[in-house]
């Protein structure tokens, strides 16, 4: 029993850690929208809170999903161990394909940007390769 309570604690330390990265990476990521924030009048102090927020909405949202998740899928394991009749059925299928419906949808995420030859003609460069670019409205 206690070589499983360790295990518990490893498996909780390792998801505390990924939650963190989630946040960080999410944060580096918004680097655009929060100087979007600065621009339109927000004060540095106006938008880490703001900042704060929103991550702890989404890590509230998560936490209660997740709980409610694994609630049902522990309820549904335990009346199908105690009486042999499943009560809980996971559609498998419709599950396959509306995640690979959202891994093709992520083929056309990509940023591209308007430059400018010598001669005036636009044309896209992906944001990716390494080039600065500032939209129509002049934010990076």
Do not use: K
Request: proline share 2%; aromatic share 2%; glycine share 14%.
């Amino acid at each position: 029993m206690q070589i499983l309570s360790v295990l518990m604690g490893l498996a909780g330390l390792c998801a505390l850690m990924a939650v963190v990265n989630s946040v960080v990476i999410a944060g580096t990521e918004r680097r655009r929208e929060f100087a979007v924030f600065r621009v339109s009048g927000l004060s540095r102090p106006q938008v880490v809170p703001t900042a704060v927020a929103q991550a702890t909405a989404v890590a509230i949202i998560g936490l209660v999903l997740g709980c409610a998740a694994a609630g049902l899928a522990g309820i549904g394991g335990s009346v199908r161990a105690a009486i042999g009749v499943t009560v809980v059925h996971v559609p498998w299928t419709h599950l396959a394909v509306v995640a690979a419906g959202s891994v093709a949808g992520r083929g056309g995420d990509q940023r591209y940007c308007r430059v400018l030859d010598g001669a005036g003609a636009a044309g896209l460069v992906d944001h990716d390769q390494g080039m600065t670019c500032v939209d129509h409205d002049g934010v990076r």
